[in-house]
């Protein structure tokens, strides 16, 4: 009887190869590989209402199971545990939402209607701008009194309902948490992550051979693989989680102490957009200094504000994090931002906020893998 024929070779949508490779360490990618790749972006951008909940829920289960687990410690059940865990977790976030609410709303309003209060502020610039825009539209008078049978240009005046668009980022937005709240409540209670289940679920004797073992060969039991990829991620998020609540909360103390209307709320801002590496500190600084113009009568109180941002942000991102994080979660800049760009583009912000812990999580899954071994020099500094 002839020998059969390896289950890897005849796997239909391997885009890894690691068995035709021409040596260690070299990876094969096939063309039903890509095609693979490119259908599988297209259906996590359709299904980002169901997906975006779900990988949240999954990350945020790796950052409280070590809470519910030492709360079982205490003699409490796994269920209690987590349902005292997230009602404590609703009932702070719902109550910080109603706190910063009103500041917010306030600001929402005042932001159009402060226009004129910057426009004057930034007269003493405008003025040689002006000076070239004159210039420029006597230019543009002349070439067009120059044009005989000019159409007449049409101004089309579009107005939008803010309301009803705010509604239905509202009712999205709560559908979203409600799927994130119910998947991370089955998750903490059940015990253990997806991803172990998953393996659970998996064939393991020689009859059936492991599918995940066929795609991915590799030597260490799959769980245990899992369960060190969950452990280091937890370790990113609270270390991450703790940095960005201290870097909101040097922020409002220094912006309290210049005299900055509302700081805890531009704390809580600024910690929410620490969490996008590169970028938030880009969006942060030019909305604070937006604020302190419009705050301060003096140029040199309203630039100390944005000034304390960019040097808080600097300080955090070239000391405090790498000494922190360690070699062990470090990654490189460029694929940092590349992530956080790419799961911006598939799930707009909630997306970009999590595209370092899932980084870390590829990462940490592909460096005990010695099949996928070679991406992690695509991440790693």
């Given at each position: 009887m002839s020998r059969p024929t390896p289950l890897v070779a005849s796997w239909p949508v391997s885009a890894i190869r690691p068995d035709a490779a021409p040596g260690p360490g070299k990876l094969t990618i096939t063309p039903a590989g890509g095609i693979?790749?490119?259908?599988?972006?297209?259906?996590?951008?359709?299904?980002?209402?169901?997906?975006?909940?779900?990988?949240?829920?999954?990350?945020?289960?790796?950052?409280?199971?070590?809470?519910?687990?030492?709360?079982?410690?205490?003699?409490?059940?796994?269920?209690?545990?987590?349902?005292?865990?997230?009602?404590?977790?609703?009932?702070?976030?719902?109550?910080?939402?109603?706190?910063?609410?009103?500041?917010?709303?306030?600001?929402?309003?005042?932001?159009?209607?402060?226009?004129?209060?910057?426009?004057n502020k930034l007269s003493s610039i405008r003025q040689p701008m002006e000076r070239m825009d004159a210039a420029a539209q006597q230019v543009a008078h002349l070439t067009s009194s120059a044009t005989p049978n000019s159409p007449p240009q049409v101004t089309i005046a579009a107005s939008m309902n803010w309301e009803s668009h705010l509604m239905s980022m509202v009712q999205s937005s709560a559908l979203?948490?409600?799927?994130?709240?119910?998947?991370?409540?089955?998750?903490?209670?059940?015990?253990?992550?997806?991803?172990?289940?998953?393996?659970?679920?998996?064939?393991?004797?020689?009859?059936?051979?492991?599918?995940?073992?066929?795609?991915?060969?590799?030597?260490?039991?799959?769980?245990?693989?899992?369960?060190?990829?969950?452990?280091?991620?937890?370790?990113?998020?609270?270390?991450?989680?703790?940095?960005?609540?201290?870097?909101?909360?040097?922020?409002?103390?220094?912006?309290?102490?210049?005299?900055?209307?509302?700081?805890?709320?531009?704390?809580?801002?600024?910690?929410?957009?620490?969490?996008?590496?590169?970028?938030?500190?880009?969006?942060?600084?030019?909305?604070?200094?937006?604020v302190a113009l419009l705050s301060f009568d003096t140029w040199h109180q309203a630039l100390l504000p944005p000034l304390l941002y960019g040097a808080v942000a600097f300080a955090e991102g070239n000391l405090i994090t790498p000494l922190t994080i360690g070699r062990n979660l470090a990654m490189s800049p460029l694929a940092i931002f590349v992530s956080t760009v790419f799961w911006g583009w598939l799930w707009g912000f909630p997306g970009a906020l999590i595209a370092v812990p899932m980084l870390v999580m590829i990462k940490e899954f592909c460096r005990r893998l010695p099949a996928l071994a070679p991406l992690t020099t695509l991440i790693e500094p």
């Open positions: 693979l790749f490119l259908v599988v972006i297209c259906a996590i951008y359709v299904a980002r209402p169901i997906l975006l909940p779900i990988a949240i829920a999954i990350l945020l289960s790796f950052l409280l199971a070590p809470v519910v687990r030492a709360l079982g410690h205490c003699f409490l059940p796994r269920s209690i545990a987590t349902a005292l865990l997230l009602s404590v977790l609703v009932g702070g976030m719902g109550l910080s939402a109603y706190q910063l609410s009103g500041p917010a709303a306030l600001w929402m309003k005042r932001l159009p209607a402060s226009i004129p209060q910057l426009e979203e948490f409600l799927i994130t709240l119910i998947t991370l409540a089955f998750l903490l209670a059940s015990g253990g992550t997806i991803l172990e289940r998953l393996v659970k679920m998996l064939p393991m004797d020689g009859e059936h051979p492991d599918p995940l073992r066929m795609l991915l060969p590799f030597s260490p039991d799959s769980a245990l693989v899992l369960r060190d990829t969950e452990r280091q991620v937890c370790l990113y998020l609270a270390v991450s989680s703790l940095i960005n609540c201290l870097f909101g909360l040097v922020l409002a103390v220094g912006w309290y102490c210049m005299g900055l209307p509302n700081p805890i709320l531009w704390g809580v801002v600024a910690a929410v957009l620490n969490f996008l590496p590169y970028i938030g500190p880009m969006i942060g600084v030019p909305l604070i200094a937006l």
